[in-house]
């Protein structure tokens, strides 16, 4: 039976990992939360490696906040960057396929308006961005069969008996109840992507080639318009929503991945609108 090791498991995505793969997957599933595995000391990832020998490393483990991040480069440096390093050498000195969480941020600071791609130069802007991407040199260097996925932002409602934190459907969903104008940048460019998908297709990936990967929902809208699609589906008021067209006017943000590295591998996520109604239906929201 194949023997997964999860990180992070106390958090948004770990613990969906965990709660997702353990059910009736013919795996075994072993969720670690920071409490039961600190990443950043060597000795502890060893006696875990030493009695679980995993087949699988699910790297979900991290200082995910963005401010944190750059409030606190050294805790950022420590966890993000050396915590993943340690995770690096131990899957490669017990032969562990690792498959590291990264994220879209690595693309900050491009000037490039098309859909990202995983081969082009980056030079994140944030600390957060940054030390993801000496994450995953780190982790192709040390260990060159790892697979480092780029996620985008994430969403998923509270409905689950798993941690919800503020996500574009939770925050609409509240403004809408508040009925207060609010407003959406227009040079603005991401994908979100259901947090569903984003465990449901990482067995797949355990088999790919060591490398890097976007990892999630293509979207070919500004966030403002695809925040008004979200409006339309939901029946909601989009009078409410004003566009705001001065933040980033000098040079737009786009943070789009474009998937077709991973489509090729049979991996397909639904375009970030369709993501939102599937999950909107899946929820009882919309009919
Ligand atoms: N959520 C998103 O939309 C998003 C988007 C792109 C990429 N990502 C990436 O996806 C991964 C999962 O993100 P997430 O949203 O699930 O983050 P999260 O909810 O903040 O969970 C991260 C978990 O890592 C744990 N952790 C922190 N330091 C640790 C350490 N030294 N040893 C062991 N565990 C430690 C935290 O535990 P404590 O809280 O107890 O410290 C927390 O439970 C991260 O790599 C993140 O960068 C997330």
Redesign the pocket.
Known sequence: METWIV??????????ISAYWSSDSGKRVIG??????????PDVVKRVFDSVRPDVLI???????TGVCEREPELSM???VW?TEILAQTCAAYHTKMI??????VYTGSRNILPHTEDEPVQPENI?GQH?RMAEVLCREISPDSVSL??????DLPTTNC?V?P?FLTQLLEQIGSKEIFSRPVNDYRG??D?AYVVRFLDACTAFPGGIYNW?SENPLNTYEMTKEVLKLLHADTGLLLADTERDQECPRNLAMNMKKVRHLGINFPDTVTGIEKCLKKYSMIV
């Open positions: 990180t992070g498991a106390g958090g948004f995505l770990g613990k969906r670690m939360t920071h409490a039961e595995m600190d990443f950043t000391d790297h979900a483990g991290a200082i995910a906040d420590k966890v993000n915590g590291y969480c990264s994220s879209d941020q957060y993801k780029r996620l985008s932002w994430m969403y941690p934190k996500n979100i992507t947090a999630g």
